[in-house]
């Protein structure tokens, strides 16, 4: 045995990723339904109807509402610059083949289009008819010019004399000037002017500068109130200061969704960071996939705009105004904490606490005295994952780090950190995944800037993102023993999005763990190629075999009367042959619970199918986003964290890793989040047989059920450094 017992008992053996020589699969035998998934996109639009209805309940907090009607409009802008754009672009090649339920593309692709219209109609209502009253009786105004007295409109043309009006840009549309490019993702004014003097009509575009407030703040009027009005439409009243001796005859709101997904070829790349740089650049003229116009546009003009920018009727969404409402993110920052969520100050692990009070920490004393497991944003990100590299950084004992960066903040100490430590000397590899979508040319910036500093960069595997989340350090200790000391999380190197995103890592100074690691790092920095793994499971070798075996055992053990069950926790449930393992063990009996945060192909409580099977969805303060895997096998239950979700890219396409918890309490802190999550005193939506998601927000006696988000922030905030 490579490792220490640890203080409870536990302790890591060599086998405890077993072999993989036994290979089991769950092809399609002919005994499940041909109808047994669910669409992948139409689900992810129900997550996103998800994010809506929390937009749409009153007892949500309403500056956080105004924020869900953005993160809605957010989403849905990324679904369509992605998953509908690749969509088109495989039905334009010929490539596109059906669905993972037999639909044809050109069906799916309407589909999409038809809910998506419908959606959006409603995200509209959600603003017109509840936030956008609410905000008003708050004291917080969205006002329309119409809405104006004379006093505020005097004042306002002085807001846009001066500070608005020297950045406007109109471009005229006549033989001498083609159509402009539209940018994606911009809210432009389609206009129309006539020449009093020869009557002839013209076109101009003018573009709403993104560099300026989205919502242009009023002069206060001394009632206290806070008012607002849309950029777009303080510019639309004030046409004639920029086509003067022109009649201005229509004006009208459009803005465009671009195919800005990334493609390039590894293989035929000599630099890949010079190859995708060039891919950046052409990302800014993607083709237009999605063309939104207010309800008022006129014939003429919504025909002009199909014409130029080429496009299909049915990728036209006439909606309401104001268009873009993930410009509400503005407004949901504004300093009313009575109408926030109430805010929490994450607390520092216990396990992570100093000996004795105003002393400095020894995160590494305390990794080496046990495994110790901290649960993001309950438990500080600075006070954990950032101390172990910044004290890494500067402990002169330490020699090496080794760190993979997916996302990472602007300002990130992280990188600071890394930074700190090879100009002290260190041996520092970070493996920067530069392809991260929408994140390109922040990974990019950095990985320059710690090439700069000495360190070591690489960018992973031809082929395959780095996806997985680990960071290494290699300390000397007494004797000139080296030590390793992992990390091992669910979530992204992301002090930002720390503070948002559940997550949960491990630190462990376990050998075996370190060893994997090690390994690990080589196969992705040089030439290495690892076969096996012995406390961790790796895709895209390993992983989808490694978790089917263990599904599999349970369906042995239900079959032969032992205790059995599966509990997942994931944000996309997709891998129709993972999906195919757990109906065959719910078939055998084995009872299955899925906790998934957004798309989910997999049916639920189905007669013969899925009858022992469970789906709960939970959306709320925080975006859940750790993956959890428990299996019950026979009372000596396995546990699993990590970074992959159950979807082919995760599988099959990224550097992916689970890594198994051993100590007893972290076994029960896991089981006791499944018991919330699942609890029928707990919020959430349950996604019924027929494929819908229900949202159970109060009890059969009107009772509003428990927030799971707001219970563990109580729970965590009361440990005490006895717990150590």
Known sequence: MDSEPYVDGA?????????????????????????????????????????????????????????????????????????????????????????????????VLAAINARALELQERHARAFSDFVKPDLDAAGIHVEMWSDLGEDDRARMHDVFSNQIFPVLMPLAVDPAHPFPYISGLSLNLAVRVRNPKTEKQEFARLKVPQVLPRFVQLPDDNSGRLRFIPLEDLIANHLQDLFPGMEVIEHHIFRVTRNEDVEIDEDESENLIQALEKELLRRRFGPPIRLEITEDMDPVTLELLVRELDITDQEVYRLPAPLDLAGLFEVA????????????????AVQLLPNEPNTAPDIFSSIARRDVLVHHPYESFATSVQAFLEQAAADPNVLAIKQTLYRTSGD?????????????????????????????QNNITWARKLEKAGVHVVYGLVGLKTHCKLALVIRQEK???????????????????????????????????????????????????????????V?????????????????????????????????????????????????????????????????????????????????????????????????DRQVFIGSADMMHRNLDRRVEVLVRLVQDDHLAEIGHLFDLAMSPQTASWHLDADGTWVRHSHGDEGETLDDMQDGLMRQISKRRRSAR
């Open 412 to 440: 990130s100490p992280i990188i600071e950190a890394l930074i700190d430590a090879a100009e002290a000397g260190k041996q520092v590899l970070a493996l920067v995944e530069i392809k991260a979508r929408f994140d390109e």
């Open 539 to 635: 895709a895209p070798l390993h992983l989808r075999k490694g978790l089917i075996k263990r599904i599999a055992v349970e369906a042995e053990n239900a079959r032969a009367g032992k205790p059995s069950g599966i509990r997942i926790k994931i944000n996309s449930m997709v891998d129709e042959e993972i999906i195919d393992a757990l109906y065959h063990a719910s078939n055998a009996g084995v009872p299955v619970d899925i906790w998934v945060r957004g798309i989910c192909s997999l049916k639920a409580g189905i007669p013969g199918l899925s009858e022992n099977i469970r789906v709960r969805s939970i959306l709320g303060r925080y975006l859940e986003h750790s993956r959890l895997f428990s299996f019950e096998n026979d009372g």
């Open 11 to 107: 302790a890591v053996t060599n086998d405890l990723i077993d072999d993989f020589d036994e290979i089991v699969t769950f092809d399609d035998d002919g005994t499940l339904p041909v109808d047994r998934f669910l669409d992948r996109e139409i689900s992810w639009l129900a997550f996103n109807q998800r994010v809506l209805e929390l937009a749409e309940d009153p007892d949500t907090p309403l500056l956080e509402r105004a924020n869900f009607l953005a993160i809605f409009a957010s989403n849905l802008d990324e679904f369509f610059m992605v998953r509908v754009a690749g969509l088109k672009r495989r039905i334009a090649t010929g490539l596109a083949v059906p669905t993972n339920i037999g639909t044809a593309p050109s069906d």
């Open 479 to 537: 004797g000139g023993r080296l030590r390793h000391y992992t990390h091992i999380g669910t979530g992204n190197y992301n002090p930002k999005t720390s503070r948002i995103y559940e997550d949960l890592g491990l630190f462990t100074a376990d050998d075996q763990v370190g060893k994997d690691v090690t390994r690990l790092f080589n196969e992705l920095s040089g030439y290495a190629i690892e076969k096996k793994f012995k406390r961790l499971l």
């Open 333 to 348: 920052k504004i300093a009313r904490p009575e109408l926030h969520y109430p805010k929490h100050l994450p607390t520092t």
